[in-house]
């Protein structure tokens, strides 16, 4: 074959090789753009229906404490000579009478003000308006008695049901046997609407609120935020010097030998552990055998504390191999132990890098999910916990439970909210740890 | 109130102890002429932790104890008739002491024996409070001064101190040990309990999965097959590489092969926010957004596909694998040495054909372990699964259809009244262990090859 054959046959084939390298470019930009796509139908989708869940329908009504309904004796005050547990007694009974007080009527009387033609009964009424309105007026009147008789101007959360109709999440052409609210309901709630006694406010209760059952539409984030607040300030305190020190030990200290091999292996190994057998050792040990709490944010933070070690470990030593060896060398050679050497020559650079890995590790831990089910997060908790032994869930968990919520058309938005405060929370702890990292870096 | 004596006491220990070690090391420095062994501050330090150690297990001590006394106090201080009490009615009797006793009061008239009972148990808990920080600041001095004495010139402190805190270090590293320990002995243990109700060949070769429910009494009562388990779990994970691998590769291969330094600085960080994402929440996209659309997407092809099927879960997971797998294989690609590279395109090779003939291959010992993790990682996700598989436990092999994994079953055995004598409880534990087995070879294996793959080239 002449070189004149042989660049015949080449340029014959040329055309079909550059078609297969468009090709596989192709491939390659669908790729990215499916990747790409993934991550905006993901927000998109989150965002779309998170963001409405913001605002929330909202009642601001001209609340009568009218002295015909609001009949009750005097708050009892401390008596000289009375022990606090009975003067509480006392104050709960009188609470009690307070509480049975006919608050759904001046609920309703509030309403009809507000919309004086409606045709709806009271049953209807009260509908549109969330069940705790009436626990809200009676604390408004438990802090102070000096109510009665007075008219005020109280703002108050329309239900969850009224809500979705408002805000068109159910469909308005559905039969009445379909709709969650009776047409006469429906008709009262457009025209409140219509008359500026309905507004949308900014949902706050999202963030200052509990979980509730009984009250879909005020129930808030408050209890599952402290309890993840708890958790991570468990793991911090825990995870943080626990990884550093093990990280130092391992990469400066330790000896090249089987036992130190084995701390490798495992390391490595435990980083790569489904997050769910970290819960499956929580409730064996924690629960089962050390008897600790149920629920509690300390169990938690232990669990998520075993699970992020091996996060800030492996981040801590690459941050500690990267320091250059001149560093090491200068310190010892002018006569420094090597502990020194370590902590006052090496560890300083590896800050910014140990403050990321923290961060990582802490948002990591924040998303979790899958062991706090098995320690028995997941339970209902009405409160906030007071201490990290106190129930409480976590927001994920959170997030968790209100997506089962059998009230969909409300709590899919409530759930995308939350989505939204936990991503954003998560966003905001990276944003923080790239900051620190390039001002930290900057001044070393 | 307490805590804060406590900790105030530590604290103002600490600083005494190391103020002592100080200022003993800086007025022997000038008396000798020479010079110290340690710095002063070493001294501080070594004095410090002599201080604070035995002072510190006496607290440890008291706080063990404090209750335990304290109830056997009351119980004491009690009429014999109430003493005599048993259960929730001694409880209450207690409780009512200590109410008292903390000043709050209980409703109600109280006895004269619970008042007594009461100013002698505020009494007990005064006395015992004040004799164990006594106790504790006592031998802390004691202890401070012994330590402070023994500072001479030639005392190796820093030596000493230095010592503790490798202790203290590898103390800090056996915990990792510890983890794992925990982790097989207490998954061994249950499941071993579990065993004894269900024999481990029904349980690892059954193939019906039907536990029944704990309340209705123990015993095995229930089929407890694994293989529907696994099988829903291995359908799901190779859905999810079907979306992973394909994506996650040609995104990796363009990024560091094709893909301008300008694109790859913003489209590398932006894939990556994937990985960020909680679980629960691709869980949550699953089932309000994909499930529906694939079903949707079935009918219009005439295929029945369930909103809820081991498809969802699998595509969704194979989306959240895919940063995992595209920044692996990023970097074992970029290890691949660019002779190789250049020297293909120098022989007239396209760049599509160096990449699947040169670079390719030599990475693929590389690949195939970042895929092994990837797996692994898939076996064990929950969250996803739990919200979209549909968990229905049973032999099917269409995957539009619902299924149930390992991971699930974990959660739906031990979620709501766990009772820890029940099979239907440890089951959980004989699947976690399991689970456990499975991820464990395969993270082996994979950081075997990976770091066979590393020597290889360095």
Redesign the interface.
């Known amino acids: 074959m002449t070189s004149e054959q042989r660049l015949a046959l080449i340029r014959a084939g040329l055309s079909a090789r550059h078609a297969r390298e468009r090709r596989f470019r192709v491939y390659g930009l669908a790729a990215i753009a499916a990747a790409l796509g993934f991550v905006a139908i993901l927000f998109g989708m989150i965002l779309a229906r998170g963001l409405p869940a913001f605002t929330q329908a909202t009642l601001s009504l001209d609340v009568a404490f009218d002295p015909a309904i609001v009949k009750v004796e005097d708050k009892p005050q401390p008596r000289q000579g009375q022990s606090p547990a009975d003067h509480r007694q006392e104050l709960l009974a009188w609470e009690r009478k307070v509480t049975m007080l006919n608050w759904n009527r001046i609920v309703e009387n509030a309403v009809r003000a507000a919309a004086p033609d409606t045709a709806a009964d009271a049953r209807q009424v009260l509908s549109i308006v969330e069940t705790n309105a009436r626990f809200q007026l009676r604390d408004m009147f438990v802090a102070d008695p000096s109510l009665a008789g007075r008219t005020v101007r109280v703002k108050m959360l329309a239900s969850a049901n009224a809500d979705n109709w408002l805000k068109g999440n159910i469909d308005r052409a559905l039969p009445d046997a379909q709709q969650q609210l009776a047409a006469p309901a429906r008709a009262l709630a457009d025209t409140l609407r219509e008359n500026g006694a309905i507004s949308f406010d900014f949902a706050r209760h999202l963030f200052t609120n509990t979980d509730s059952r009984s009250a879909p539409a005020s129930a808030g984030l408050a209890g599952a935020f402290v309890g993840s607040l708890y958790m991570m300030l468990v793991v911090i305190v825990l995870a943080v010097p626990i990884g550093v020190m093990s990280a130092v030990y391992l990469e400066e200290f330790a000896p090249k030998n089987r036992f130190t091999d084995l701390i490798e292996v495992n390391i490595n190994n435990l980083a790569a552990v489904p997050s769910i057998v970290f819960g499956l050792l929580g409730a064996a040990v924690f629960i089962n055998y050390f008897r600790l709490p149920l629920s509690a944010p300390l169990v938690g933070g232990l669990v998520l504390t075993l699970m992020t070690l091996p996060t800030i470990i492996i981040a801590t030593r690459s941050a500690l191999r990267a320091v250059p060896p001149s560093l090491r060398q200068a310190a010892l050679g002018l006569g420094a132990s090597r502990t020194q050497t370590v902590f006052h020559h090496v560890l300083p650079v590896t800050y910014p890098g140990i403050l990321t890995a923290t961060i990582i590790g802490v948002a990591q831990a924040l998303g979790e999910t899958a062991p706090l089910l098995l320690i028995g997060m997941n339970a209902f908790v009405a409160q906030v916990p007071a201490t990290p032994l106190d129930q409480s869930t976590a927001l994920p968990v959170q997030i968790y439970l209100w997506q089962g919520n059998e009230n969909r058309n409300f709590f899919e938005a409530r759930t995308s909210a939350a989505i939204i405060v936990l991503i954003g929370l998560m966003l905001t702890l990276n944003a923080i740890a790239i900051l620190l990292r390039t001002r930290l870096e900057k001044r070393a | 109130m307490n805590t804060t004596i406590v900790a105030g006491l530590l604290l103002v220990l600490l600083a005494f102890a190391y103020r002592a070690g100080w200022s003993r090391s800086a007025s022997l420095a000038p008396a000798d002429g020479g010079r110290l062994h340690s710095r002063p501050a070493y001294h501080g330090a070594l004095v410090a932790i002599w201080a604070l150690a035995p002072a510190l297990l006496i607290l440890a001590l008291w706080a063990a104890f404090s209750d335990t006394a304290s109830r056997a106090w009351i119980v004491s201080r009690l009429p014999p008739d109430v003493a005599a009490l048993q259960g929730a009615d001694l409880e209450e009797a207690i409780r009512r002491v200590r109410?008292i006793a903390s000043?709050?009061?209980?409703?109600?008239e109280t006895a004269p024996y619970e008042n007594a009972a009461a100013r002698a148990l505020a009494e007990f808990d005064t006395l015992t409070f004040a004799t164990a920080i006594a106790a504790a600041a006592g031998t802390g001095a004691l202890a401070l001064l012994a330590a402070r004495d023994r500072i001479t010139p030639r005392l190796r402190a820093?030596n000493e101190v230095?010592a503790v805190?490798?202790l203290?270090?590898?103390a800090?590293?056996?915990?990792?040990?510890l983890?794992?320990a925990?982790?097989v002995a207490?998954?061994l243990?249950?499941a071993v309990r579990f065993f004894t109700f269900v024999s481990p060949v029904d349980f690892f070769f059954g193939t019906v999965w039907r536990p029944g429910f704990s309340t209705t009494g123990h015993g095995a009562g229930g089929e407890y097959g694994l293989l529907p388990l696994l099988w829903g779990t291995l359908m799901v994970a190779s859905i999810a590489m079907l979306v992973a691998l394909?994506?996650?590769?040609?995104?990796a291969?363009?990024?560091s092969q094709?893909a301008s330094p300008g694109t790859r600085n913003t489209?590398k960080p932006?894939?990556e926010?994937?990985a960020?994402?909680?679980?629960?929440?691709?869980?949550?996209?699953a089932?309000?957004?994909v499930g529906p659309f694939l079903a949707s997407l079935g009918r219009a092809l005439g295929l029945d596909i369930r909103a809820t099927s081991a498809l969802t879960a699998g595509t969704v997971m194979g989306?959240m694998i895919?940063?995992f797998i595209?920044s692996l294989s990023d970097d074992i690609i970029r290890q691949v040495p660019k002779g190789l590279r250049d020297g293909s395109l120098g022989l007239g090779a396209?760049?599509?054909?160096t990449?699947?003939r040169v670079i390719l291959p030599a990475a693929l010992p590389g690949i195939v372990g970042a895929f092994l993790?990837a797996v692994?990682?898939a076996?064990?996700?929950?969250?996803i699964v739990?919200?979209a598989a549909g968990n229905s436990p049973f032999l099917r092999f269409n995957p539009g259809e619902p299924v149930s994994t390992v991971?699930v079953t974990?959660?739906n055995q031990?979620?709501g009244d766990?009772d820890?004598a029940s099979p239907q409880s440890l089951v959980?534990?004989a699947l976690?262990l399991t689970?456990?087995a499975m991820?464990?070879v395969l993270?082996?294996a994979?950081?075997y090859i990976v770091r066979r793959y590393r020597e290889q080239y360095e």
């Open positions: 109410q000043g709050f009061g209980v409703a109600g820093r230095e805190m490798r203290a270090m590898i800090c590293s056996v915990v990792a040990i983890t794992t925990g982790i207490s998954l243990a249950e394909p994506i996650g590769l040609m995104t291969i363009y990024l094709y489209v932006i894939v926010v994937l960020g994402i909680p679980t629960i929440v691709y869980g949550f996209f089932l309000v957004t989306i895919i940063p595209s396209t760049q599509s054909e990449i699947r993790l692994s990682r076996i064990g996700e929950t969250m739990v919200l991971t974990i959660v031990l979620t766990t820890f959980a534990f976690g689970l456990f991820t464990l993270n082996v994979a950081l």
